[in-house]
């Protein structure tokens, strides 16, 4: 059942993501990200951010503080501090973190991530690039210092769209081989793999149990798996 419509400013949104309390929609449009309420549509905070490439909300692990993390284009990672009643101004964690590093030092650096996404509990980091390969990285929470990636391996052609399910447990990645893979966040292995009708993969979701992926391939449908 849909909730609401947004009225917006009339360019297009995207970067779309729901809050992990479902409290927040936070989105992008030209050089400004927007965080609303997701009941009343209520405009909480506007952070500039010159050409957003992906961002994400988080829940902090133990004390719950809601973090929205943004990559830049030029492949730097920038955190929010957000009071989910909108009561104190955004305040930014870090100035930012370069993840040209992130990138797995390939040729041409940040410039090759094709997707990246954050693991609902802000531990897991992980930047896909247009070889097909995938980096996971671990976020150091005290420090904000970011790991040395692990890659992950398998698609044939550039990774589009990434997403961890509720408790981080597993990540899904779809791209331009037509395939949605699912990786074990535990041993970083493949676990599943899916070809979908269309020559290339669209946005997913995990739903809350984990039982279900629904993903889009192009056209108007929405495939469960």
């Not at 961002?55 to 990559?71: N, T």
């Not at 990246?116 to 671990?138: E, P, R």
């Not at 699912?182 to 149990?209: G, H, L, Q």
Request: charge should be negative; aromatic fraction near 8%.
């Amino acid at each position: 059942e849909e909730a609401g419509i947004f009225i917006k400013s009339g360019d297009a949104a995207a970067n779309l993501d729901l809050s992990p309390d479902d409290s927040l929609v936070m989105y992008s449009e030209q050089d400004l990200i927007f965080i609303r309420s997701s009941t009343s549509g209520k405009i909480l905070y506007v952070l500039p951010f010159e050409k957003p490439h992906s961002l994400a909300f988080s829940m902090e692990e133990g004390d719950g503080r809601m973090l929205a993390m943004v990559v830049s284009s030029a492949g730097e990672l920038h955190l929010w501090d957000i009071a989910t009643d909108g009561s104190v101004e955004a305040k930014e964690r870090v100035g930012s973190i370069p993840i040209s590093t992130l990138a797995m030092a390939a040729e041409g650096g940040s410039g090759d991530m094709s997707a990246a996404t954050f693991s609902h509990s802000s531990n897991f980091f992980a930047v896909a690039l247009k070889d097909g390969s995938i980096g996971i990285m671990l976020r150091l929470r005290f420090t904000n210092e970011i790991t040395p990636p692990i890659l992950l391996e398998g698609h044939e052609g550039a990774v589009r769209h990434l997403t961890f399910c509720l408790d981080s447990e597993h990540l899904a990645s779809s791209g331009d081989d037509g395939t949605i893979r699912v990786w074990d966040m535990a041993n970083y292995k493949e676990i599943a793999s899916y070809r979908t009708s269309s020559a290339a993969a669209w946005p997913m979701a995990f739903s809350d149990d984990e039982r279900y992926l629904a993903y889009t391939s192009g056209g108007s449908s929405v495939t469960v798996a």
